[in-house]
């Protein structure tokens, strides 16, 4: 068994593969390097082994999902920043004593990523998760969801792109103990009994977990900080490499209500009828902006999405021209 972070004499941090957790590699092995930052994170050379074992599998899942994308640094969090830093890593230590105790020896302890704008995501590592990373996306409005190990599309989905158009994505230790079904669209808050302590999407092949409010900074624990970029759309899961940038599927000069009546052309009323809704609920200030830019991203597909953008564009230029 793994010992949690940061023991200066003996750290360790698992990869796991699928769903296991049964590849771990230690420091000493991996030869940790670069400078420690404000935030306790510190970058991985890119000789480094762990470097080397997350960037690829994360780069193969998605290009399996058809999206081809370059990590440019990945970050390690130590933990080291402060004493409430390491007592949020006492915590989730306590807690997962506490959920094998209660569920004879299990903890089920998982890999799962979290995306986010590059602010989101520092302040997510700083000060924790809290209610502005609970995503109002329709699976659970109650809790933080985070995307399986072996399925991180909708989190790098969630990636907003910086001004060097870096996206940032965290990837996290989550102590899920015994899990039931949230249906999408649940409205439940907590765990229906003693029994569970977090949800998932598929009580099978789970590609979403679902960890409560209440749990959201006991049982989460950012360990990686993944910085990269999108660089080509793939079809029939073969890469493109022709060079073409995947920008940011919805801009600022494209006006929503006009992009929802481009979709209405190509989508069913129950697609045009939710994305409407995440507009009324951003109008109504019940939603950030990029709530609701996830969430039409989430109906549509950022392949959509960018065909409609482009014919947009085009006709906007050739009535300039007329």
């Known amino acids: 068994m793994a010992r949690l972070l940061p023991s200066a004499a003996d750290r360790r941090i698992i990869v796991s593969e699928d769903e296991g957790d049964s590849s771990c590699v230690s420091d000493c092995e991996s030869g940790v390097s670069g400078s420690i930052e404000r935030t306790g994170l510190v970058r ?23 999206v081809d994308v370059e990590v440019g640094c990945i970050r390690r969090n130590m933990f080291n920043g402060d004493v409430i830093a390491q007592a949020r ?28 704008s590059k602010d989101e995501i520092e302040n997510v590592v700083q000060h924790g998760f809290g209610y502005g990373n609970i995503r109002k996306d329709g699976l659970c409005d109650h809790g933080v969801v985070l995307c399986a190990d072996h399925s991180p599309l909708e989190s790098v989905q969630d990636a907003i792109a910086d001004e060097d158009g870096n996206k940032h994505i965290l990837l996290c230790r989550v102590l899920l103990g015994k899990t039931e079904l949230v249906n999408h669209g649940s409205k439940q808050s907590h765990p229906s009994s003693e029994d569970f302590q977090s949800g998932v999407d598929d009580l099978v092949s789970p590609k979403k977990y679902i960890v409560w409010s209440s749990h959201m900074n006991t049982h989460i624990l950012p360990e990686f900080l993944i910085s990269f970029k999108t660089l080509t759309l793939c079809t029939n899961n073969k890469p493109k490499h022709d060079g073409t940038r995947l920008k940011k599927p919805i801009s600022p000069w494209i006006p929503i209500p006009d992009l929802i009546a481009a979709l209405s052309k190509v989508l069913p009323p129950k697609s045009i009828k939710e994305m409407t809704q995440f507009r009324q609920r951003y109008i109504e200030h019940k939603i950030t902006r990029c709530d609701m830019i996830r969430g039409i991203r989430r109906v549509t597909g950022d392949r959509l999405l960018l065909m409609v953008l482009k014919n947009f564009t085009e006709q906007r230029q050739c009535k300039r021209l007329g």
């Open 89 to 116: 890593v006492s915590s989730f230590r306590i807690f997962r004593k506490a959920v094998e105790k209660r569920n004879g020896g299990e903890g089920n302890v998982k890999y799962a990523w979290f995306g986010g």
């Open 44 to 66: 991985l050379d890119e000789s480094d082994r762990l470097f080397g074992m997350i960037g690829s599998k994360f780069v193969s899942r998605l290009r399996e999902l058809g």
